[in-house]
């Protein structure tokens, strides 16, 4: 069941619990989530980044509609890190319910202008739009990109952000990075960030760069009023890390069937395991 990004987070944001939006740069990224979601009765977003479209081509989005609509859950096909009106365009020609126009690297009168275009030509379409206020980390090799050091979203100026550009969710950089951060680093997220946003904005929350985060203060980012994490980096290394193995282990292998079945029972446990802490298991029935 193919819905809107605004109509998904709505009853999370009201039962107090997020859906994961998973990166499907490929065959497999894609098969990993819907099985897993559908086994787990989750709500589903499929995101798919500007570079992964170019890569999957137009005609993969056909595919990925095609599951939207065959199986029962909610799921949200959504733009990841949109950079310009162009990918946008494209986007909701092939048929996303969602886009994500970034912005967050120019400064705050640019980023307010720029988004306000996108939610114009959005809302023709009734497709929902999520923007970014502050900067989330970058720790390099990610499509999404982002700062070096991450710039924490000011809670002052978010309902000015919102108010004015009259988008339907948030991103909000509160101590994540997109990638895996390396052992030498220790990620905190600043829940004391996030509960004052929640007392200026009434719209759902997003948090980007979740992989590799600890698992009790994701949880805690949900309970305080995170609807929607983005989860990608943490599905890629174990798909590809079981795929790497088996091929090492079988020199000159080359069916696909033979080279990605561990790996997508192994991502489908990582994701198994995200459900349980975005407190997302069962809630495709309130949906009905
Ligand atoms: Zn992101």
Redesign the pocket.
């Given at each position: 069941m193919l819905i809107t990004m605004k109509d998904a987070l709505k009853v999370a944001q009201k039962n107090k619990f997020a859906l994961g939006a998973y990166n499907i740069g490929n065959h497999e990224l894609l098969r990993v989530a819907v099985e897993t979601c559908v086994e787990n009765n989750a709500p589903l977003i499929l995101a798919i980044h500007p570079d992964e479209l170019e890569y999957l081509t137009d005609g993969f989005v056909e595919y990925v509609k095609f599951e939207a609509n065959r199986v029962s859950i909610p799921v949200v096909i959504h733009m990841?890190?949109g950079g310009n009106i162009d990918q946008i365009k494209r986007a909701i020609k092939c048929g996303f319910t969602s886009v994500?126009i970034?912005v967050s690297h120019a400064d705050f009168e640019e980023n307010i202008k720029k988004t306000k275009e996108v939610v114009a030509y959005a809302k023709n379409f009734n497709v929902s739009v999520e923007a970014?206020l502050g900067t989330?980390g970058d720790l390099g090799d990610?499509l999404?990109?982002?700062s070096p050091t991450i710039i924490y979203t000011d809670p002052s100026v978010a309902a000015e952000f919102v108010e004015r550009t009259q988008i339907d969710t948030l991103?909000v950089a509160v101590g994540t990075s997109?990638g895996i951060y390396p052992k030498h680093m220790t990620p905190h997220i600043r829940t004391d960030i996030i509960k004052e946003i929640t007392k200026v904005v009434s719209i759902p929350l997003v948090l980007?760069?979740g992989s590799a985060n600890p698992d009790n203060e994701i949880a805690e980012a949900v309970s305080l009023g995170i609807s929607k994490v983005?989860i990608?980096s943490d599905i890629k290394v174990v798909l590809f890390n079981e795929a790497r193995t088996y091929l090492d282990n079988n020199i000159g292998a080359m069916e696909p069937l033979k080279i990605f079945p561990t790996g997508i029972e192994a991502a489908k446990k990582v994701i198994k395991h995200k459900l349980g802490l975005l407190n997302c298991v069962g809630k495709a029935s309130l949906y009905k």
């Open positions: 990841d890190h994500m970034d970014e989330i990610t999404e990109g982002g991103a997109h980007h760069g983005n990608s």
